[in-house]
């Protein structure tokens, strides 16, 4: 996570361990050293207040671990083995509407894509903020979810209000329905004109990994290069 006020509203903050109020929490993304990371830099409770109950790396651990615990907030990824995050919050609706402490969803994302932000928002997350936030600001976000707010990164903000104004169905693209959620995330940042390298560093995954998507997006898209790539890309606005 880098430096960076990324949650929109978390000027003056909702306090944390200096007001004596903790939050217990739950990790759920499919990266072992993500979650590790995240643990390390707002797991200490004293100093935090967020107090890490459980961690999952996919849908069903997901679902077993947020069940056994009941925590106040999940960290939730979009993109998890087993249907995504999406998937999470519908096997967990009941628990989302309890009338008495229910557990609510922030979605911790390396995507700032719009149909992500729109699809977990939908299913019942209270926000969602991109892993470029600081620990700060993470945990920042962490209470006010738990107190009930909605939270978003500034520019993600927009897309939901732009959405929920909207009461035209966005258009089908035949060509991104043929794309895995990883296989659009490579996409973008290859558009965007990442390295490999980068992109393997970002996503936590291998550079091999990498050039396997990019080879499996052009094959799908019928494009030759990367520069064909970026083209379709920008064509589309996913840049």
């Not at 707002?42 to 207040?49: C, F, L, S």
């Not at 999470?88 to 609510?104: F, I, M």
């Not at 719009?114 to 699809?119: L, Q």
């Not at 973008?188 to 393997?200: D, F, T």
């Amino acid at each position: 996570m880098s430096e960076g006020n990324e949650a929109a509203g978390a000027a003056g903050g909702t306090g944390g361990a200096g007001d004596g109020r903790t939050v217990r929490v739950v990790l759920v993304d499919d990266h072992r050293m993500f979650r590790t990371g995240v643990q390390a830099e707002i797991g200490e409770t004293e100093r935090t207040g967020v107090e890490v109950v459980g961690e999952a790396a996919d849908v069903d651990q997901a679902v077993t671990v947020i069940t056994a615990t009941r925590p106040e907030v999940v960290l939730l990824d979009v993109h998890l083995p087993g249907g995504g995050g999406v998937e999470v919050l519908r096997r967990c609706a009941a628990l989302t509407a309890a009338p008495e402490q229910p557990v609510r969803f922030l979605a911790l994302s390396v995507s700032d894509a719009a149909e992500d932000v729109i699809g977990v928002i939908r299913g019942g997350a209270r926000g969602y903020v991109t892993k470029t936030i600081t620990g700060t600001d993470l945990v920042d976000a962490v209470f006010r979810v738990k107190d009930g707010d909605a939270v978003f990164s500034p520019r993600l903000a927009g897309f939901v209000l732009d959405a929920f104004a909207s009461t035209d169905a966005p258009p089908v693209d035949e060509d991104m329905d043929r794309l895995t959620q990883r296989e659009r995330e490579v996409l973008r940042l290859i558009a965007r004109g990442y390295a490999y390298k980068e992109i393997a560093k970002q996503l936590f995954i291998s550079v091999k990994t990498v050039e396997s998507h990019v080879s499996a997006v052009l094959r799908k898209l019928q494009l030759s290069n990367r520069h064909e790539l970026t083209r379709w890309a920008t064509a589309r606005r996913l840049v």
